[in-house]
């Protein structure tokens, strides 16, 4: 099969980790990856877990040879709203030179593009110049459960032993200026309930007489920043790294990273940033909280003159290095705690969480993978953090002791999670190019 047929192929797939009724999808695009690397000669297994199955594979043994671990997920996102889309998430559909499907670039597009650059160097080459093993979770998407639970065995430790980790599942910063991200964010979810009067109620039989949960949790969230929007939760920023002067400089020249782009790419009015750092500092180094959903109450159409029992809200903070995201799930709900007052209730539930990454970015495998993708797309990649997260990176880097590069794909025109998410088909043939190239610099300078 060309690599276009592949990456339709893997596209076409509904592997959707949070939906159960895709649990079958997600299975069978396992299959797919065993089968297809299994084609290329690597030895792949598809572990079964209580979720969604791991796909391990290694190439043939090369002695003296470093070993590449690449990590991948090969599950999407949910594709609604679905009205939104102009063709079918899961009908892979090439309109100007991009190819639209749920996962096109997150993270199926820039995985096929790696599974094609390590085929390109086998054809070309007759053998590849190192190890390679893949790992592909089916469970990025709702938080890497069932991995977290495997690379704790200190078997499977051993079986992903590695130099170096590579990750194609970041962003990059325009068609012809790649990104070599060297820092990921860590996240904590948790939810909120507040709840006052044992059943809705008639809002002027017993208005004014009882607290109101959804202005309750209105005035609590209120709580969490000041008017510079720094966030007030006690603790927040402690351990929280300085921004280098070499990292604000480098910066201020990514393309498409301005305060005016920003705010164009994003369709905002204007930029609403912590005070004293700009749009691009506060993406990549500053951390947050974000409110991801708020409800509660009568929301059909017309009136209802009602006091509802409950209103929920759910949370998430991205965190840099030096925040712990359990302690940070902590002190945020001391500090609804505080601020509850003793008219309702609440019921704080916590999320998944991950720790924040940062790697070095100097290391002879970091300057072999930058210079695969100067040459290959033609310009010095810029050096840059991700505001985005995989969780599982820090744990896996932790327990193997390794660091991980990322060479990302996604562009930012490129709407993942969103409708009409797609992938360039000229990045995505460059990526085979980049991975080719990386793989044969790797074995040759480390
Ligand atoms: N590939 C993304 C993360 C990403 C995208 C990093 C673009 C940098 C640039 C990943 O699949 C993702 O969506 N991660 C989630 C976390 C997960 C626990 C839901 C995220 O960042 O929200
Ligand atoms: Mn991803
Ligand atoms: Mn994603």
New binding site residues.
Partial sequence: MSHLDDLFAFLSIPSVSALPEHAADVERCADFLVAKLSSLGFAAKKHLTDIHPIVVAHSPKVEGKPTVLIYG?YDVMPVDPLAEWISDPFTPTVRDGRVYARGAS??KGEIMALIHGVERVLREDGALPLNVTFLLEGE????SESLFRFVQSPEVQQELACDVMVVS???MAAPDVPSFSYG?KG?CCFELEVSAPAMDLHSGIFGGAVANPITTLCEMIATTHDENNHITVEGFYDGVSEIADWERESWKRVPGMSDTELAQLTGVPQLRTETGFSGAECVYARPTFELNGISGGYEGTGSKTVIPTKAFAKMSCRLVPGQDPARIQDLCEAHFRKVCPPSVRMKFTRG?I?AAYLSDPHSPYGKAAQQALESTFGNPPVLVR??????IVAEISQRLGKDALFL?L?LPDAR??SPNENMRLDIFEKGITMTATMLRLMARAC
């Fill in positions: 997920h997150d993270d990025e998407e709702r938080g599942d970041t962003g990921l996240l998944h991950g991700e505001g985005g997260s995989i969780p990302g996604d993942i999670h």
